[in-house]
């Protein structure tokens, strides 16, 4: 009888040594504590991509001072508009210079608009809709060449999307009403699962995560006008808002050799807040004086 015990290589089985990965929106917020989580599991090159390039230039200098990169490691800047099909091919033929495969796609840009229903603009759920769901698409499908040129059945290549929780309960309503991203997170959240069965066949496979609050530049405006961090953090099963190691850790372990038989997944980081809605929305005094 085998061994059960015997798991192969376990040292190596969240290492992402020498991986080659693309992050859009990757200049702040969720996509740099990723592009910092995956350089500092091993990647050898992270492009970091978003439409302003001394955002980009910025954030890889940041990656690139980190302490404990591996030898020859590096984050190289690639800025371009995900949202256009000529934004999308200048991302490409940018990292085609520097290589030849890409290993992990985190497509991870994104936009928010809050507005109530009666003025909500057509412009802005279209804009929305635009990024969040049809430039992810395209971002995969141009990709999907340079993403097949190493993808093996024992070491699949990963694309990882960023859905929300809002696209699996409702999104804000209200004043700031989401109504658009709400849309788009649950519509890419199922495009998600759609290209993981079209694509695992070529040996990639496509999860989504879908984080709660993480206080980011998108997130701050409606977190301050819906009570503030301190509030949201207290309305939280685990008491807090998300951080940067929260991101990580899903992101490594969805890129890794421990992920890889995860596909069409979305993975919730957000402490169980989208089951406490309409329950647990706030801390009991009790509660409080612990936090
Ligand atoms: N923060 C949260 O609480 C939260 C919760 C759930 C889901 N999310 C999702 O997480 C993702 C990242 O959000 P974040 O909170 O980190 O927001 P953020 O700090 O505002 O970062 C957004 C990133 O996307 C880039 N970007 C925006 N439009 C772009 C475009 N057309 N082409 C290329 N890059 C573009 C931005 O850079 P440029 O301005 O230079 O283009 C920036 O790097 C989004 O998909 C968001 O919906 C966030």
């Keep these: 009888?085998?061994?059960e015990t015997a798991l192969h290589d376990f040292p190596s089985l969240f290492?992402?040594?020498?991986?080659?990965?693309?992050?859009?929106?990757?200049?702040?917020?969720?996509?740099?504590?990723?592009?910092?989580?995956?350089?500092q599991a091993g990647a050898s090159t992270v492009f970091i991509t978003s439409r302003k390039?001394?955002?980009?230039?910025?954030?890889?200098a940041q990656l690139n001072a980190l302490p404990n990169l591996s030898p020859g490691a590096r984050a190289?800047?690639?800025?371009?508009?995900?949202?256009?099909?000529?934004?999308?091919?200048?991302?490409?033929?940018?990292?085609?210079?520097?290589?030849?495969?890409?290993?992990?796609?985190?497509?991870?840009?994104g936009a928010t608009w809050g507005e109530a229903f009666d003025s909500h603009p057509d412009g802005?759920?279209?804009?929305?809709?635009d990024l969040n769901v049809r430039a992810v698409f395209n971002t995969i499908r141009e990709f999907a060449p340079l993403l097949q040129a190493r993808a093996r059945l024992e070491d699949p290549s990963r694309v990882l999307i960023t859905a929300s929780v809002a696209g699996l309960g409702i999104g804000t309503l209200g004043k700031q009403a989401t109504f658009g991203y709400s849309a788009s997170?649950?519509?890419?959240?199922?495009?998600?699962?759609?290209?993981a069965v079209e694509l695992g066949p070529r040996h990639i496979t496509v999860n989504s995560i879908c984080p709660g609050f993480f206080p980011t530049k998108m997130s701050s405006g409606l977190l301050e006008m819906s009570g503030g961090l301190d509030k949201h953090a207290r309305g939280n099963p685990m008491?807090?808002?998300?951080?940067?190691?929260?991101?990580?850790?899903?992101?490594?372990y969805l890129s890794s050799r421990a992920g890889s038989h995860v596909n069409g997944a979305a993975i919730e980081i957000d402490g169980g807040s989208l089951w406490a809605r309409g329950g647990l929305l706030d801390a009991g005094e009790e509660d409080k004086a612990k936090l």
Excluded at 124 to 129: D, L, P
Excluded at 239 to 252: F, K, Y
């Design 1 to 3: 009888m085998a061994d």
């Design 15 to 39: 290492s992402l040594k020498g991986k080659v990965v693309v992050v859009t929106g990757g200049s702040r917020g969720l996509g740099l504590n990723a592009a910092s989580a995956f350089l």
């Design 53 to 60: 390039a001394k955002a980009c230039e910025s954030a890889v």
């Design 76 to 109: 190289i800047s690639a800025p371009a508009d995900s949202s256009t099909m000529e934004g999308i091919a200048s991302l490409v033929a940018q990292v085609k210079k520097h290589t030849a495969h890409v290993d992990i796609l985190f497509a991870n840009a």
């Design 124 to 129: 802005a759920f279209a804009k929305v809709m």
């Design 185 to 195: 997170k649950a519509a890419v959240l199922h495009l998600g699962r759609n290209l």
């Design 239 to 252: 008491r807090r808002l998300g951080q940067p190691e929260d991101i990580a850790g899903v992101v490594v």
